[in-house]
């Protein structure tokens, strides 16, 4: 299984990695199958992505698309954020094999969820 060059540099030297103590969203999601797991945690101020950490348990591209994940949505709108999905990760990357396209999808949806999360903290 060949990665692309994007891949191995968010992998090796992920991007926003941690995890922001007191965040205003936190999103989980996780691949039984595989055994992936990415946590991401969202601050946000003005309606803007102030600051995005992940904490990911998971294969070279679990990390990567977790890693270029972040950085597609950091310092954008709720709204504008929002639009990511996983075919512009996989784009960003520069592809990844089809058999760890699921990476891509987790990503997207752990960022969305921790969205989702804040929107439920912040109330009506």
Same mark, same amino acid.
């Not at 960022?111 to 009506?124: E, N, T």
């Given at each position: %299984? ?6 191995m540099?968010?992998? *090796? +030297? ?12 936190? @999103?989980?999601?996780? +691949? ?5 797991? %990415? ?7 003005? @309606? ?9 348990f @998971? ?12 950085? %597609?949505v950091? @310092?954008?709108? *709720? ?5 990511? +999905? +996983? ?5 960003? *990357?520069?592809? *990844? ?10 990503a997207?949806?752990a ?14």
């Open positions: %299984m060949a990665y692309t060059r994007e891949v540099d968010h992998f *090796l +030297n992920p991007r926003n990695s941690g995890e922001i103590e007191d965040a205003d969203g936190i @999103g989980e999601v996780g +691949n039984p199958r595989c055994g992936d797991v %990415m946590k991401i945690y969202i601050k946000v101020e003005s @309606g803007r992505i102030s600051d995005i950490k992940f904490k990911t @998971g294969c070279a591209a679990a990390i990567a698309t977790s890693s270029v994940a972040t950085e %597609m950091k @310092g954008k709108s *709720l709204e504008e954020a929002l639009k990511l +999905n +996983n075919r512009d990760v996989v784009s960003a *990357l520069g592809g *990844l094999p089809d058999i760890k396209l699921h990476c891509s999808l987790l997207e949806q960022f969305k969820s921790a969205v989702f999360d804040y929107y439920k903290r912040r109330g009506p």
